[in-house]
């Protein structure tokens, strides 16, 4: 068991932490994400460098595009690519 989970050895297990959590240089000016359905965790967990840093993000969503407080979506293109800035 891997914090409750089950680990089978035909998969792998990949460790993950807020992009807040990490020691990056900032201020952050643009933030490309591509992360296969995860964007709505990556937006939650780099709460703070949005609040703070007021990045453009740019963000590849085959889903539905985030809904970002405080940010405006300015560009879809047909490639599922979504260029958000701030307000």
Do not use: F, Q
């Not at 000016?29 to 359905?37: M, P």
């Not at 879809?76 to 701030?86: I, K, M, Q, S, W």
Request: net charge negative; with cysteine.
């Amino acid at each position: 068991l891997l914090d409750g989970v089950v680990v089978r050895p035909d998969v792998r297990y990949i460790p993950v932490c807020p992009l807040d959590g990490l020691s990056i240089p900032r201020p952050a000016h643009l933030v490309k994400i591509d992360v296969e359905g995860w964007e709505h965790e990556v937006v939650t967990g780099m709460a703070s460098i949005i609040a703070h840093d007021r990045p453009i993000l740019l963000i590849e969503a085959w889903s539905t595009p985030v809904e970002i407080a405080g940010y405006s979506r300015i560009l879809a293109t047909n490639t599922c690519d979504y260029l958000y800035r701030p307000l």
